[in-house]
């Protein structure tokens, strides 16, 4: 029995692929957003804070990394509720990508702020600069340049991670898949539809990250 | 016939030109030594020969084969002629022993046994025979030199080039090096040296070329040409290397 | 019949830890060998061939997994090539880790210094050996932490096959929670388990990363 490829029963269902779209860059980007804020606060304490906070910090990177997401959105998810902590499905998965990010970050952050070398602060002490003053001219820039590979890259992998969040069944652009394949049983031509959608953004966001790097450190 | 023969070759970086119309003829059992600044092109002209760098025109006959033919299997002229390098560039992760019987055994199909005894024997020539079982990371930068020279040797080349081997060493430890070079040229080795060691070319040099913008500006007997230099460039040249 | 969280079930997702170091086995194999051939690919000198090999590398690493895993298990089976989830789980873990890997070797690979491949030629050694004997060796040592970390995160994404209904650790953590309506204590303990697995390989990583570079 042969086979008959029909993508245009799955291309049919445009509006709503362009909805899953849409809810996963949503997704994606708050995730994003959410996890460098708190990326920028995890290092700084990794860094800077007092013993108990530096521990915490690390329990915090390690537990997160040494996990996998969909355990983390199940916990949070499901679990929480039976702890009182009850959030409607869109909430939960920012919630969880925004921690789950955020320990990525934490390490990319702290990678790039001890990065600068010890001598470059000194020469900046040296010359009467105060903290805030070193921070600002000689730390930060070269810092970002540091880790805006590393966070790229990270927004990319999140974009793609975002499709476990069908699973407490928000509508993002796998969820929608599922919904288009039971409708029309094309599960190939489906999944491959999908498959061309995140490649083209994944692609996309590269090319984009890339002309951004260039544009804000490239050479003069 | 000549053991290398090279005709008005010209070489080319992207729109730099390196090697400018260079011809020279080197006997069996003569001792080359070029000289010259940075950017004269010395280096590229060493590589030229054993075909790491292409040329753009000209010819290079190497022992009888034409190394810019593309149709020539440069891996076989590689194993007749040895070249030692700046850097050493030793295999960090394999012994003396193996650095030097890897080609043999594996490019020549010599058994390990005789190898391994090849590789006492050019060990023994460069003063370095207890080494055969020490690593790379172990040995100071002339004794690397020295094992980059037996590694060469075992492959019994009929021509050996050598680019700056000295250039990378703290002063104490090129006399080591030197003498290994000295032993070399007694025993009648075609050698064509990139150097600055001016006492080694003026004692055992047949020829000192100097190259200067990408041609060779003079060549002459060794000790007579560095004596008595003819051009003025040659003369600035061994007036700032000499001081 | 709802039971309580007790330590059978504690015992009963221990024991479906098996499948998911089963599963990362198989796509440890499978994606290594897959790495392995992206990675000469793309570092070969034929054009079209890095070329094969630098497509599929962005293709894979572009999609998610779970493309992957819902592709090949629905999708080959209404082409008439009915898969069961395992083959299929093993199948796209394995192509995702193929990509993956395939990076990690080819950067191992480039970052050894030309001057070795010169030194290798000038002995009159070719291709081939001078890959064999001399490249490879000291690129297996730069690959390696890479490598285990890259296998942590392969061990995370065995939980995926959940999704197709395959029982591993995360399938039997939502089959307990369904038994017990415990999902905070069960999804805990899940976590917890995945963690003692990931946890020293991390680590391991790490001395390896400190070690290479310390070293000199």
Redesign the interface.
Known sequence: MTYHFQFRDVLAYWPSLLDGIAITLMLAVSGMAGGLLVGIVGAAARLYGPRPLRLLAVAYVEAIRNTPLLVQLFLVFFGLPQVGVRLDAPVAAIATLIVNVGAYATEIVRAGLQAIPRTQLEAGHALGLSGIQVFRHIVLVPALRMMFPALASQFTLLLLATSVVSFISVEDLFHTASIIESRTFRDFEVYTVIGVVYLAMALACRGGFALLYRLAFGRR | MALVEIADVTKRFGPLTVLDGISLEVERGEIIAIIGRSGSGKSTLLRCI?G?EPIQSGRIVVDGVTVNDPKTD???L??R???V?Q?Y?????LSVARNIT??PT???GMPEREALELARDVLRRVGLEDKLSAYPDQLSGGQQQRVAIA??LA?QPTLMLFDEITSALDPELTGEVIKVLEDMARSGMTMLLVTHEMGFARRFGSRVVFMHAGRIHEQGPAADTLARPRTAELEAFLGAVLH | MIRSFAWIDVLFLVSALRWTLALTAAACVGGGLIGAIVALLRFSRLAPLALLGAMYTQLVQGTPLLVWIFGLYFGLAIFGFPVDAWTAAVAALSVYAGAFLGEIWRGALAAIPKTQWEAGASLGLGFGHQLRYVIAPQALRIATPPTVGFLVQLIKDTSLASTIGFVELTREGQTTTAATFQPFAVYLTVAALYFVLCFPLTEWSRRLERRLHGAR
Do not use: D, E, T, Y
């Not at chain 2, 560039?89 to 992760?93: G, K, Q």
């Open positions: 054993n790491l440069l891996r076989r590689r194993q002629v040895g070249i390098f850097s560039n030793l295999f960090p992760h890897l080609a594996v490019a020549k590694r060469s492959m």
